[in-house]
């Protein structure tokens, strides 16, 4: 499908969508998205395959510092945002501003709800207001935390 990337809020894209989503499946994924790396590009390909719509929705920074701790998020909601919308599988991004997406997921009614597979089904929010909910493998050794870590790691005292 060919969308103008964009982000809106979960009110906007849901007036957007009622336009676009007649006869399409709108696809749904969230998550901090702090420092992309190759296990978020796998979740989002995974993702745009099952459906013709995907609308990625980021915790917004104050979510992401009660998630994750003070000295998170690394990047800004804005700067995820533009850089999640530059990603040749994602329509459409929004975010929110509650530690979890089920008011986004009740304001979108996407018709699929993709997560990690770190989640279990039973603990996936808004598992009952899809039709459909999919589970992505996980990439070993892949994660923002893990990387950042490595970071540390390789230039702790020698940054040059």
Known sequence: MKTRRIFLSPASLSRALQKLRRGKRVVFTNGCFDLLHVGHLRVLEYARKQGDILV???????????????????????????????????????????????????????????KGGDWAKDQIVGRGLVKKIVRVPLVPGRSTTGTIESILKKFRGRWR
Do not use: C, Q, W, Y
Request: no cysteine; hydrophobic share 40%.
């Open 56 to 114: 990625v929705a980021l915790n917004s920074d104050g979510s992401v510092r009660r998630l994750k701790g003070p000295r998170r998020p690394l990047l800004p909601l804005r700067e995820r945002a533009e850089l999640m919308s530059a990603l040749k599988p994602v329509d459409f991004v929004t975010s929110f501003e509650e530690e979890t997406p089920l008011e986004a997921i009740r304001a979108l009614r996407p018709d699929v709800l993709v």
